[in-house]
């Protein structure tokens, strides 16, 4: 779905090129404050349930904890701010340095791939890149031990087993770009130096 993070409200068809019948999507429309879920269904899919093909049928889409007026509201102001900021053409400006700086951290000898799309992104590590071992069981560790690191310098990256995956806010500027991957870098030296005085580089 994205909602915004690579871009465009949605990234299935201005990224992907993939028109869906069902888009589902959750916190990114009331900004993470309040919780909130949507699926929406393409015209093509309720003309082919409602009209003429609904006679005698029932389409059951309400429930006693659907629409709380908080969260619809939250996702109302959420929207109407993106679209006032114009925070999807900010994302776009953003897009190519995060995805350079991302790329940039691949050169490191702990990281076999450093991948992502707009505002989005992670980096795999494995031990077996630099010693040719089998350490298949340590690479689990690492996306903990880099968070770890990355915490010590001021900054949070989600661990995923051998993986950092990073979401930053869709109003980041270009010098918080930059200081974030800074960061990031510096804590995967950090990380590689420890398990190098471990014996696992």
């Not at 915004?4 to 990224?15: K, Q, T």
């Not at 349930?49 to 007026?69: L, M, R, V």
């Not at 690492?142 to 990073?166: K, S």
Request: aromatic share 6%.
């Amino acid at each position: 779905t994205g909602f915004g993070r690579l871009g465009h409200w949605f990234a299935s068809e201005e990224v992907f090129g993939i028109t869906p019948d069902i888009i589902t999507c959750a916190k990114g429309m009331t900004a993470g404050y309040v919780p909130m879920g949507a699926c929406i269904i393409s015209d093509a899919l309720i003309d082919s349930i409602s009209g003429e093909a609904s006679k005698g049928a029932t389409f059951s889409n309400g429930f006693t904890y659907s629409g709380h007026p908080v969260s619809a509201a939250a996702a109302l102001k959420t929207i109407e701010i993106i679209e006032r900021d114009g925070i999807l053409d900010h994302v776009r400006r953003m897009t190519p340095l995060f995805q350079e700086r991302l790329r940039a951290l691949g050169d490191l000898d702990l990281v076999v791939d450093a991948r992502g799309k707009g505002l989005v992104g992670a980096i795999e590590c494995s031990l077996q890149k630099g010693s040719g071992a089998d350490l298949l069981e340590q690479d689990y560790t690492v996306g903990a031990r880099i968070d770890a690191r990355c915490q010590e310098l001021g900054l949070l990256v989600r661990p995923l087993i051998n993986m950092c995956v990073f979401s930053p806010p869709l109003i980041i500027r270009e010098d918080e770009i930059n200081a974030m991957f800074d960061m990031l870098e510096k804590g995967v030296r950090r990380a590689m130096d420890d398990l190098a005085r471990e014996g696992l580089m």
